[in-house]
């Protein structure tokens, strides 16, 4: 099978390229002018120019493929221009769709996440859930939309879509907010801690490839829907695991919540002035979804991908060993 590829140069992206490439698929690999590449250098990968803002380059690109993996999304709780946003998540995602058509593609893995399901009511939420009323990040709002563009196009032009939605996703390789927050602990950079009590539900990363595969293969699954993630574990829980495998000291001084979310619209308005992250990563988006947490129930990936869940401490002993 040749499978066509976006956002294989991300943290999800390589781990998904080292899994395939146990496999005899042949992988044409969408990269930007400025990706770094090197790992994706290996014989079954082919790398071809484009970007999901240039619908042209995906059709030129996805043509001749059988299947598609769509990884591409800004994934992050800040950005200095909120436009990038919608310009990926929401219009790219369109055009990869729209692309996937265009082609005669077989199948399409959209990889969404956990977060645009917001709150439900039901907790343990799963796949049938109906989403919360509130979105607590553009990034959630904007994969949200993305989303409903793609599940448009499945019932009105028969696109071939499967929907992975991967939980809180940990794993060697991670730089984004689950990473740094890891690393800033055991280099003592975090002050205080904050919210240990908001739950959670955390996957690995490796998981999260391995399910892409199992549902990539999967013969009949069109119009599926998998939530990827079974540890619901607190931050507090996250914290002292970390403390374990590191022999790290924790913070000692825990801010309350309303100073967590006081300290966060500061930094936020102060991050939007100086167009830097804000500090810690102490974002108005992040705090919000932290605060609202998230428990999915991952079963239905273990029962028909046939997906065995690793340990969170296992993610989080290949991150402080990386």
Same mark, same amino acid.
């Given at each position: *099978?040749?499978?066509?590829?976006?956002?294989?140069?991300?943290?999800?992206?390589?781990?998904?390229?080292?899994?395939?490439?146990?496999?005899?698929?042949?992988?044409?690999?969408?990269?930007?002018?400025?990706?770094?590449?090197?790992?994706?250098?290996?014989?079954?990968?082919?790398?071809?120019?484009?970007?999901?803002?240039?619908?042209?380059?995906?059709?030129?690109?996805?043509?001749?493929?059988?299947?598609?993996?769509?990884?591409?999304?800004?994934?992050?709780? /800040?950005?200095?221009?909120?436009?990038?946003?919608?310009?990926?998540?929401?219009?790219?995602?369109?055009?990869?769709?729209?692309?996937?058509?265009?082609?005669?593609?077989?199948?399409?893995?959209?990889?969404?996440?956990?977060?645009?399901?917001?709150?439900?009511?039901?907790?343990?939420?799963?796949?049938?859930?109906?989403?919360?009323?509130?979105?607590?990040?553009?990034?959630?709002?904007?994969?949200?939309?993305?989303?409903?563009?793609? /599940?448009?196009?499945?019932?009105?032009?028969?696109?071939?879509?499967?929907?992975?939605?991967?939980?809180?996703?940990?794993?060697?390789?991670?730089?984004?907010?689950?990473?740094?927050?890891?690393?800033?602990?055991?280099?003592?950079?975090?002050?205080?801690?904050?919210?240990?009590?908001?739950?959670?539900?955390?996957?690995?990363?490796?998981?999260? $490839?391995?399910?892409?595969?199992?549902?990539?293969?999967?013969?009949?699954?069109?119009?599926?829907?998998?939530?990827?993630? =079974?540890?619901?574990?607190? *931050?507090?829980?996250?914290?002292?695991?970390?403390?374990?495998?590191?022999?790290?000291?924790?913070?000692?001084?825990?801010?309350?919540?309303?100073?967590?979310?006081?300290?966060?619209?500061?930094?936020?308005?102060?991050?939007?002035?100086? =167009?830097?992250?804000?500090?810690?990563?102490?974002?108005?988006?992040?705090?919000?979804?932290? =605060?609202?947490?998230?428990?999915?129930?991952?079963?239905?990936?273990?029962?028909?991908?046939?997906? $065995?869940?690793?340990?969170?401490?296992?993610?989080?002993?290949?991150?402080?060993?990386?």
């Amino acid at each position: *099978m040749r499978v066509f590829i976006t956002g294989a140069t991300g943290f999800i992206g390589k781990h998904l390229i080292k899994r395939l490439k146990q496999t005899g698929h042949q992988l044409n690999c969408l990269v930007r002018k400025q990706s770094a590449v090197d790992e994706l250098k290996v014989p079954n990968v082919t790398l071809v120019p484009g970007d999901v803002t240039d619908k042209d380059s995906i059709i030129k690109a996805m043509t001749g493929c059988d299947s598609v993996i769509n990884l591409a999304n800004v994934y992050s709780f /800040w950005e200095p221009d909120k436009r990038i946003y919608s310009r990926i998540n929401i219009d790219g995602t369109r055009n990869v769709m729209e692309a996937v058509l265009k082609t005669g593609i077989s199948k399409v893995i959209h990889i969404s996440s956990v977060v645009v399901y917001g709150k439900p009511a039901e907790i343990p939420f799963n796949e049938e859930s109906a989403p919360g009323p509130f979105k607590y990040s553009e990034y959630a709002r904007t994969k949200y939309e993305g989303d409903l563009i793609a /599940w448009k196009m499945f019932e009105k032009e028969k696109l071939p879509l499967v929907v992975i939605y991967p939980a809180a996703v940990m794993g060697p390789g991670d730089t984004k907010t689950t990473g740094a927050y890891v690393k800033a602990i055991v280099n003592r950079k975090m002050p205080a801690i904050a919210l240990p009590d908001s739950v959670l539900t955390f996957v690995h990363v490796g998981d999260v $490839a391995e399910a892409i595969v199992r549902a990539l293969e999967k013969p009949n699954n069109i119009g599926e829907k998998y939530l990827i993630g =079974k540890y619901q574990l607190s *931050m507090g829980e996250i914290n002292e695991m970390i403390r374990e495998i590191s022999g790290v000291r924790l913070p000692r001084l825990r801010l309350p919540d309303f100073m967590v979310t006081l300290n966060a619209y500061l930094l936020t308005l102060i991050a939007d002035i100086i =167009k830097k992250p804000p500090l810690w990563g102490l974002s108005v988006d992040q705090i919000k979804t932290m =605060k609202a947490g998230f428990r999915c129930d991952g079963s239905k990936a273990e029962r028909e991908l046939g997906l $065995a869940y690793t340990p969170i401490r296992t993610a989080l002993e290949g991150m402080l060993s990386a």
